[in-house]
Structure formats: structure tokens, C-alpha cells
């Protein structure tokens, strides 16, 4: 058995631009970034960031900078960021349009909310790359961005920002897991290696062919990912109980495959299970929801706000929709004679921010039994 081997071209390519980015963040985010909260901007900026912290000496640096690290999606939720130096980091920045949007949301919460303290005059906003052509406007004029947090600028013509913004997505296809690091994680091994074929059919079979696999051969010869979309999540929880605004929302399971090669043919050994669940929830995330222990959430809080946080919506829609997901592909496993063995489970954006109460090793019982 082999696994397949990514074309050195493609490999010299990989390594130039991670060590761009490696300078990027050792002189510019961790330069300028002294006990300041790092806030990365979804997806890209925030998988960059994880990627590059495989890296351990980036890794301690990072952590010895930044008091904090959080998404842009918890970021309006986060009481305990109040009066705190903040630093945001895009991938990259071509006319601003992301950055504007989380600027207006930050000023719609700043009217809204009297609870949302953070000020604007301690926001600076950087990125990997900026298209040159609007580099004045963005710094200048409309002061959407930090100088000094910018890592380079390309022009248009030749499409030199494209293929810098192409480079970003080819770095990140190859990279690692080509997951989202902060979902929850489900990773095993099957007791042999299996045909890729087979694995393929037990998956098509289990959602009525809502399937999909994206062409990653070329990038990530070594990985396949299988996405099954529309998994129906209401076969295992009443989403009427939760407060969730949109009760039809986003509901998918990916899977990452290593691969191995016999001759012509594929084989599978070790796997990564990914939900992908989207709904939009009515409250907020707070500080005082901490205490998975004993139940989702603090019973008193639960009790004074009449409704639960977000984490703790998430932790029941996600445990429920896993366990009974899981124990329908185990079944399928086992009725092609398929075992696994060395299952983890982790969920690293729980495990961060509640280091005090929450027990990783509670997922996998949850999920698993």
C-alpha cells in the first residue's frame, strides 16, 4: 500500500507560500499584536491562522502575543472583550466588502446593545494581501485597514492579486485536514483498509444519493473528501425546543479519507467526521453559560433568561444529530463487516472557551453510546 505523492512542482509551491505567511504573522500580526485579541474573519483568515500554528514555534509565539483568539462570528457575543485592544485578520482584502459588512454589524450592535462596549478607536484591522489598486482607499481614506498590519499589496493587471488570492486557496486545499478546525472532529481507523469504492456506496446509500465529491487529486492526492448534504437532523431532535430562528437550515457531514494506493486501485484506512450545521439561534453567547458539567448550561442563568446560549444550542443540536447519525453509519459498517477501532472526539472551540468545565472526553460518550 502507498499513498499517493503530491507533484514536487506543487510542493515547492505549498512551501513558498506558507513561508509568506509565516512572515506575515512573525512581523506584522505578532510584531504589533502585544496583549491585544486576535479576531479572524471566517472562513479563510480564521483556517490560516490554524494552519499556521502547526508550526509550534508559531504556535507559543502566537499564544504568548494575543490574550485571546476568537472567530468574527463570536466576536459581537463576547462581553468579556469589552475594553480590550483588538486586532482582526482577513486572508485578503480586494475592495473591503467583508471587512465593511463586519464594521456596519459592529456599529448596529453598538447602537443596539448597552452591553457592547468595544470601541472602534481600539479596532485595527490587517491582511495577508490587499489589492494595490484600492490600497489607498482602504488605508487612507476610508481607514478600513491598519498600514501596519498589511502583508502585501498586488496589483490588478497581470492578475497579480488573483493568483495571490488563488495561492491562499491552494495552500489551504493542501494543508492539512480541508476541514474547518473549529467544528466538531470525529476521527478513527478501520480495522483493515477498505475499498474506496465501497466506502463511496455505504455513504450514497444513507441519504438517498445526497452526496458530493469535490476534485482534490491534484492538490491532496493523499485525502478524499466525501460531503453528504440534507441530513435530515430532525430525525433526532425536535428543533422546535430550541431557539432556533430559521428551522430549515444548512445540515451536512463531511468526511475526510486518507488514501492509499494498490496499483489502480483505492483504499481507505483512516477517517475524519465533520458536522456542518448552520441554524441562526435567538440568543447570544455569554460568559456565564460555563458549566457543561452538569448540564448545558448554569441552571440559573437557563432559568433567568428563559432561553439558552448559542454554545448550548449548538452542543444539544450537534451531540443528538452525531449520535444518531453515527449510530446509522456504524450499522452500515457493520453490515458490510467494516470494524474501527482508536475513535477521538473533540470540539476545540468548547474546549477553549470553557477550560474550566467542560470535559472533552464527555463527547465521545455522548455521542458513542
Known amino acids: 500500500m502507498e499513498e499517493p505523492i503530491t507533484p514536487k512542482i506543487l510542493l515547492k509551491h505549498i512551501e513558498e507560500i506558507e513561508s509568506g505567511l509565516k512572515n506575515y504573522v512573525n512581523e506584522k500580526?505578532?510584531?504589533?499584536?502585544g496583549n491585544k485579541v486576535l479576531v479572524t474573519?471566517?472562513?479563510k483568515g480564521h483556517v490560516l491562522i490554524d494552519h499556521i500554528e502547526q508550526d509550534p514555534d508559531i504556535k507559543q509565539k502566537l499564544k504568548d502575543t494575543f490574550k485571546n483568539r476568537v472567530t468574527a462570528e463570536e466576536f459581537f457575543d463576547r462581553v468579556d472583550l469589552h475594553d480590550e485592544d483588538i486586532i482582526i485578520f482577513d486572508d485578503a482584502v480586494d475592495e473591503g466588502r467583508k471587512i465593511t459588512e463586519f464594521l456596519q454589524n459592529y456599529e448596529k450592535n453598538l447602537c443596539k446593545s448597552k452591553n457592547f462596549l468595544i470601541r472602534r478607536k481600539n479596532i485595527k484591522i490587517g491582511a495577508f494581501v490587499v489589492n494595490e489598486t484600492n490600497y489607498s482607499k482602504l488605508v487612507n481614506e476610508k481607514k478600513l485597514l491598519d498600514e501596519n498590519?498589511?502583508?502585501s499589496k498586488e496589483f490588478e493587471?497581470?492578475?497579480?492579486?488573483?493568483?495571490k488570492v488563488l495561492d491562499i486557496i491552494t495552500y489551504l486545499i493542501h494543508s492539512g485536514d480541508i476541514i474547518d478546525p473549529d467544528h466538531l472532529l470525529i476521527e478513527g481507523t478501520f480495522s483493515e483498509y477498505i475499498p474506496y469504492s465501497k466506502m463511496w456506496d455505504i455513504l450514497k446509500n444513507m441519504n438517498n444519493n445526497n452526496i458530493y465529491e469535490?476534485?482534490?487529486?491534484?492538490?491532496?492526492?493523499?485525502?478524499k473528501k466525501i460531503t453528504i448534504y440534507n441530513v435530515?437532523?430532525?430525525?433526532?431532535?425536535?428543533?422546535?425546543?430550541?431557539?432556533?430562528?430559521?428551522?430549515?437550515?444548512?445540515c451536512k457531514i463531511r468526511f475526510v479519507f486518507d488514501i492509499f494506493q494498490d496499483n489502480q486501485d483505492l483504499y481507505v484506512?483512516?477517517?475524519?467526521?465533520?458536522?456542518?450545521?448552520?441554524?441562526?439561534?435567538?440568543?447570544k453567547w455569554s460568559e456565564e453559560c460555563n458549566n457543561f458539567e452538569k448540564k448545558f448550561c448554569k441552571e440559573d442563568y437557563c432559568k433567568e433568561q428563559e432561553l439558552r446560549c448559542v454554545d448550548c444550542v449548538l452542543y444539544e443540536l450537534i451531540i443528538n444529530v452525531m449520535h444518531g447519525f453515527i449510530k446509522e453509519w456504524y450499522e452500515n459498517l457493520r453490515t458490510n463487516n467494516i470494524n474501527t477501532s482508536d475513535e477521538k472526539v473533540k470540539w476545540n472551540h468548547l474546549d477553549n472557551t470553557y477550560k474550566k468545565s467542560f470535559r472533552p472526553e464527555m463527547l465521545k460518550e455522548?455521542?458513542?453510546n
Do not use: C, M
Open 29 to 33: 500580526l505578532i510584531k504589533y499584536g
Open 41 to 43: 474573519i471566517p472562513r
Open 149 to 151: 498590519l498589511i502583508g
Open 157 to 163: 493587471s497581470k492578475y497579480r492579486f488573483l493568483k
Open 214 to 223: 469535490p476534485d482534490l487529486k491534484l492538490y491532496h492526492p493523499g485525502k
Open 232 to 250: 435530515p437532523y430532525s430525525k433526532w431532535i425536535d428543533v422546535a425546543q430550541l431557539n432556533i430562528i430559521n428551522k430549515d437550515f444548512q
Open 269 to 283: 484506512k483512516k477517517f475524519t467526521i465533520v458536522p456542518v450545521i448552520n441554524p441562526k439561534i435567538e440568543n
Open 366 to 368: 455522548k455521542i458513542f
